[in-house]
């Protein structure tokens, strides 16, 4: 017997991992994408700083989706993995994997991947004067690399992609009217804000998802869920899809006997 519906909210290239691990868990996983991700039309500041990567004391990675963007376009310059081992790559364990499928490892990888962990993490390590690159999102936050700034590092900057939210989509909020839809799960702020517009498009308040818990990859995503007038029923220890399914899990199973006593 199914353990319930959970709607995922990744684009459907990346919900495979996610969806996988919530059937195994007993879960009837149903994928309705609230973002696109997109790379940017001109990637020629990348390929400079690809090109210039012994330079850089440290590499950081703030999503799977850069990952996957710059091995991608390294592989296509001729650039391997070895011109990588100079640098300290920093990475959460989601992006690290990506990393590693690329061949390329990450050398520094908090469990709980956020800008406070990441500055905390780098706090041993002097980047005073040192080149630090940042591949991002076009709109990413910048409390990391204003952090890093402050402690003095020379940070690079290079936005490669960029994240679409969707304007609407009818099929995912008659899914939230259904009551055996559980849970729902966002793995970017971006994805929120797309959750946001197909409510508003259907005329809808998040209200509609008052009884499904709201899972979230991380702090920062969490927030926008809080923000967006959601109920965030958790926020795993570890920034990783297996961690948020083992959590999810434990979650509805205290609420599913709570009902029951």
């Known amino acids: ?19 996988a691990l919530l059937a195994a868990a007993g879960f009837e996983p149903v994928s309705y994408a609230t973002i696109a991700v997109e790379p940017l039309d001109d990637l020629s500041a990348l390929d400079g700083a690809l090109r210039r990567l012994p330079t850089y004391r440290c590499i950081v990675f703030t999503s799977a989706n850069a990952a996957r963007i710059v091995c991608q376009r390294a592989n296509r310059l001729g650039i391997g993995p070895a011109s990588w081992l100079d640098a300290q790559i920093v990475a959460g364990p989601q992006t690290a994997a990506a990393l590693a499928a690329h061949g390329v490892s990450a050398t ?6 956020s800008a406070s962990a990441v500055l905390d993490t780098l706090a041993s390590h002097p980047l005073a004067g040192q080149r630090v690159l940042v ?8 409390t990391i690399t204003d ?10 900057e290079v936005a ?31 994805a929120v804000a797309g959750f946001a517009n197909a409510l508003v498009a259907a005329e809808e308040r998040p209200e509609v998802a008052r ?4 899972a979230c990859i991380g702090e920062t995503t969490a927030a926008a869920a809080r923000a967006a007038g959601l109920r965030v029923a958790l926020v795993p220890s570890e920034t990783t899809a297996t961690a948020l ?3 999810l899990r434990e979650a509805l199973t205290r609420e599913a006997m709570g009902a029951s006593s």
């Open 147 to 156: 952090g890093l700034r402050a402690r003095g590092a020379l940070v690079h």
């Open 135 to 142: 591949p991002r999102a076009e709109q990413g936050l910048d």
């Open 211 to 214: 009884n499904i818990s709201v």
């Open 1 to 19: 017997m199914s353990a319930g519906r959970v709607i995922v909210t990744r684009p459907a290239d990346q919900s495979e991992e996610l969806c």
């Open 160 to 190: 490669i992609y960029r994240t679409i939210p969707i304007a609407e989509s009818p099929a995912l909020v008659r899914a939230l009217r259904e009551r055996r839809t559980r849970a729902i799960v966002f793995f970017s702020p971006s």
């Open 245 to 247: 399914v083992r959590h």
């Open 108 to 113: 520094i990888v908090p469990q709980r991947f």
